[in-house]
């Protein structure tokens, strides 16, 4: 159905019914619901806080001995909160927030090269996102540290890491 076929549709219907479909949207698809749930009640602070708790244990796990250490959970909550509408300036804190528990656990524990890789591409979007939204002044000592714990801890990449950082020194 296209879009002008649905606001065609959706003008045909009364109020009543109109209502009726959002409550069964609401129920039936959860990302409805949380839609409407952070659109009421953004909190966007408290998510935020959460989602860095939940990346944080991923790598220093509380409750259990062996850490996860999978990077796939700090960009779903990355893709999440831009899906959401999350203020783009949280959004930002916590991709390099993201970025700096990767860099403790990787000074504590043997990494292979897709993790530095995955980092590298998790720089680069961050960067890119600070640059588009404006807030490289907010951000930049924090993408300089990342920089130089890489370059401190020998990564891989580190020629790309260069590169990814002059981008915001030309600003």
Known sequence: MSKKALKAYLKSLPK??????????YDRFPSVKEYYNFIFNPN?????????????NE?????????????????????HFTTLGVN???????????????QSFS???NVNDVFYRSILRSYQQAVQFI??????????????????LAVH??????????ITLTEIEDL
């Open 88 to 102: 783009p300036y949280l959004v930002a804190d916590f991709m390099l927030y993201a970025i700096e528990i990767c």
């Open 44 to 56: 966007e602070e408290k998510r935020i806080q959460v989602a860095k708790v939940k990346v944080s």
């Open 153 to 162: 801890q020998k990564w891989s990449y580190l020629d790309d890491f260069s």
């Open 16 to 25: 009543k019914e109109l209502e009726i479909q959002l409550i069964d949207l």
């Open 131 to 148: 640059i588009y939204h404006g807030f490289v002044n907010d951000y930049k000592v924090r993408i300089e540290k990342i920089y130089t």
């Open 59 to 79: 790598f220093f796990p509380v409750k259990r001995k062996k850490p996860r250490a999978r990077r796939s959970l700090a960009q779903k909550y990355i893709k």
């Open 107 to 109: 000074e504590e524990k």
